[in-house]
C-alpha cells in the first residue's frame, strides 16, 4: 500500500459544475462582472437577437421573470402570430430557464443550423447549444457545437474558450492547450484563458508554465477567484501548503456561494487531511 497525492480540483471541475447549477454564462469571470450579469440568468449578457419587435422584447423580457409563461408567450407567438426565429429562440431560452437544458440545447443546435440570420449571429447560437448541452453533462456535445460555430467565426475567443473548457473537461488537455494559445495571442489581457491555460499545463505536467500562466491570469486580475484556487492546487503540489491555503481561502472569501469556492473548500479539507492511503 502506498500513499497517494491528494486529488485536487481546479478550474476545469468549477466550470462543469457552474454549468451544472445552471449558471455557465456568468461562470468563471472576475466576481463584480458575474454579480452585474446575475440578475439576468438565464441569457448571456449579450443575447443575440434573431428578431426585432415589441414580442421578442416581451418574451425574452419574461425568461428573467417567469421562465414559464416565457415559454407559452413563445409557443402562442410562433403558430399565431408568425414569431418564427425569434418565438423559436426565446422558446429555447425559456426551456433551459425552466431547467430543461437538453432540449433547449437540441432546439438551440437546430436553429443555429437553420437560421438566415448572420455567420455571427448563427455562432452566438451554437455558442448558447453548447453552453446548453454542457449544462446537460452532454459535453462531447458541448464540443460539437462550440466547433460549429467557430466554423462560422474562426477568430470568436469565446467559442475557443467554450470548447477549450469542453475539451479540458474530456480530459484532452494537450487539444485544449491549441485553443487556449490561440486566444491568448488574439487577446492576451484575457485572464480566464490564462487560468484554464495553467490548469491545462498543470494536468500535462509542467508545472513551471502552469505557475507562469496563473501569474499572467493573477496580474492581469487580481481578485479572480478562480485563478486564486489554480494557483493554490500549484503551490500545494509543489510543497507550499500555507501558501495554498491562503490562496483557497481568498478564493472562497471573493466568491463565497460558487462552484469555485466549492472545490477550494474541497482543496482545503484534503490539504487538512494529509496523503491518504489505499
Keep these: ?47 443575440p437577437r434573431l428578431a426585432e419587435g415589441p414580442e421578442y422584447d416581451r418574451c425574452l423580457g419574461l425568461i428573467r421573470t417567469d421562465p414559464v409563461e416565457a415559454r407559452s408567450f413563445a409557443e402562442a407567438w410562433e403558430t399565431g402570430g408568425g414569431g418564427g426565429e425569434g418565438a423559436r429562440h426565446c422558446g429555447a431560452l425559456a426551456l433551459l430557464a425552466a431547467g430543461e437544458a437538453e432540449r433547449a440545447a437540441e432546439r438551440l443546435e437546430g436553429l443555429a443550423r437553420a437560421s438566415r440570420g448572420s455567420a455571427a449571429t448563427r455562432a452566438s447560437i451554437f455558442a448558447q447549444a453548447g453552453q446548453a ?7 462531447g456535445r458541448a464540443y460539437g457545437a462550440a466547433t460549429m460555430g467557430l466554423t462560422l467565426t474562426p477568430d470568436d475567443t469565446d467559442l475557443m474558450l467554450d470548447r477549450a473548457v469542453a475539451l479540458g473537461t474530456l480530459g484532452r488537455y494537450a487539444d485544449s492547450m491549441d485553443d487556449l494559445n490561440r486566444i491568448v495571442a488574439l487577446d492576451p489581457n484575457r485572464a480566464e484563458a490564462w487560468v484554464f491555460r495553467a490548469a491545462a499545463n498543470r494536468h500535462l505536467d509542467k508545472a513551471d508554465q502552469a505557475a507562469e500562466d496563473v501569474g499572467r491570469a493573477l496580474t492581469l486580475a487580481p481578485d479572480n477567484a478562480e485563478a486564486l484556487l489554480e494557483r493554490g492546487i500549484i503551490r500545494q503540489l ?15 472569501a471573493l466568491a463565497p456561494d460558487s462552484a469555485t469556492a466549492d472545490l477550494a473548500q474541497q482543496n482545503l479539507a484534503l490539504n487538512e487531511a494529509g496523503p491518504q492511503r489505499r
Design 133 to 139: 448541452w454542457m449544462m446537460a453533462g452532454e459535453v
Design 238 to 252: 509543489r510543497g507550499d501548503g500555507a501558501g495554498a491555503k491562503q490562496d483557497w481561502e481568498r478564493a472562497i
Design 1 to 47: 500500500m502506498k500513499s497517494a497525492r491528494p486529488v485536487l480540483l481546479g478550474v476545469f471541475a468549477a466550470a462543469l459544475l457552474a454549468m451544472a447549477g445552471g449558471v455557465g454564462w456568468v461562470a468563471l469571470r472576475a466576481p463584480a462582472e458575474a454579480e452585474a450579469a446575475s440578475d439576468s440568468l438565464p441569457l448571456p449578457p449579450d443575447v
